[in-house]
C-alpha cells in the first residue's frame, strides 16, 4: 500500500490510497526523492535523489582495509581525506545534507517521492507512478 500525504509542519494530513493510477506524468518542478541503497527507485533525470546511507558508504570508503595501528590507521585516513580533495569533502557535505533535508522534511519511511514539500508518496519506488498518484489527488480536490 502506497501513502500520499500532504506536508504541513503544523497539522499532517495523510491519506491512504490503494490503487496505482497510470497515465500521463506532467513533472512538479521540485521534486525530491529519499530512500537508501536497499531500496532503488526510478527517477528522471533532473531529480534530486537523497540516500540516508550515502554518508556511512563514503565513511565506509574511508575506513576500508586499515591497518591495524590506530596511529596508522589515523594517518591513512587523514591522507585519503586529502587525497580526496575537494571533491571528497563535497561529497560528504552533500550526503550529509541530505539526511538533514529529509530529516527536516519529516520524511518517515523510504522511499518518499516529496513534490514541491507539500506532498509525499511513501513506499512507491516508481517516481513517475508516485507523482501521478499526487496528481490524481489533486484533481480530485475540489
Known sequence: MFTLARF??????????CALLFGPVAFAADIIVV???HH???APTGVRIIELDRPSRI????AAHLPATPAHSAALVQQRLKDGGRTLHQRLGTAYQGVVDAWSLGVTTIPAV???QRYVVYGEPDVAKAIALIEAHQGAQP
Open 8 to 17: 504541513d509542519r503544523h497539522a499532517p494530513f495523510a491519506i491512504g490510497l
Open 40 to 42: 532503488p527507485v526510478q
Open 114 to 116: 516529496i513534490v514541491d
Open 35 to 37: 530512500t537508501d541503497s
Open 59 to 62: 565513511e565506509a570508503e574511508l
